[in-house]
């Protein structure tokens, strides 16, 4: 194993490790902490840190290489040592969901602003994010995280013409 490729699973080591703690105390100091004005953003804000935790952890478990020439940009997994070299469409689909989280996570800040905004333009606006309404609202960056892993598996499958390029 080369030193690059041992300082880079160590950065990411320490960056997930980092986030499933700073995540972590985050949610506790949300549960326990928070006031109740804050209202239904600590479900938003809870929701967030559990998003960012498994993209960590996915992203830790992936360990991509991200490849960029001319008009193409790629997420790659080493396969060689690896657990998964055996198994490399446990390894793809592994690699599509962390795109997926990517989408997901993007989603999720996207809804945090609309509650912000909402909570400050209107005098009664955070009503759009009582009830059922949360729900849907949080079910937003799990169909689009949905959508992104479906592009991933179902149209960014191996074909030898995408392998020569990056090659």
């Given at each position: 194993?080369?030193?690059?490729?041992?300082?880079?699973?160590?950065?990411?080591?320490?960056?997930?490790?980092?986030?499933?703690?700073?995540?972590?105390?985050?949610?506790?100091?949300?549960?326990?902490?928070?006031?109740?004005k804050?209202?239904?953003?600590k479900y938003?804000?809870?929701?967030?840190?559990l998003?960012?935790?498994?993209?960590?952890?996915?992203?830790?478990?992936?360990?991509?290489?991200l490849?960029?020439?001319?008009?193409?940009?790629s997420?790659?997994?080493?396969?060689?040592?690896?657990?998964?070299?055996?198994?490399?469409?446990?390894?793809?689909?592994?690699?599509?969901?962390?795109?997926?989280?990517?989408g997901?996570?993007?989603?999720?800040?996207?809804?945090?602003?609309?509650?912000?905004?909402?909570?400050?333009?209107?005098?009664?606006?955070?009503?759009?994010?009582?009830?059922?309404?949360?729900?849907?609202?949080?079910?937003?960056?799990?169909?689009?995280?949905?959508?992104?892993?479906?592009?991933?598996?179902?149209?960014?499958?191996?074909?030898e013409?995408?392998?020569?390029y990056?090659?």
């Amino acid at each position: 194993m080369s030193f690059s490729h041992l300082m880079k699973t160590f950065a990411q080591f320490v960056a997930v490790t980092f986030s499933l703690a700073i995540n972590a105390v985050l949610i506790i100091l949300v549960v326990y902490h928070s006031p109740e004005k804050i209202g239904n953003y600590k479900y938003l804000m809870i929701y967030f840190c559990l998003i960012s935790m498994f993209y960590a952890a996915i992203d830790f478990t992936v360990q991509p290489y991200l490849h960029s020439y001319g008009s193409s940009f790629s997420m790659i997994m080493d396969l060689r040592g690896s657990v998964f070299q055996n198994f490399p469409y446990v390894a793809f689909l592994l690699t599509s969901s962390l795109a997926g989280c990517f989408g997901m996570s993007i989603y999720a800040i996207s809804i945090n602003f609309v509650y912000r905004f909402f909570a400050i333009q209107r005098a009664n606006g955070t009503k759009n994010f009582s009830g059922y309404k949360l729900f849907l609202w949080l079910s937003i960056p799990i169909i689009a995280g949905m959508a992104w892993l479906s592009v991933g598996v179902f149209l960014m499958d191996y074909d030898e013409e995408f392998a020569e390029y990056l090659r």
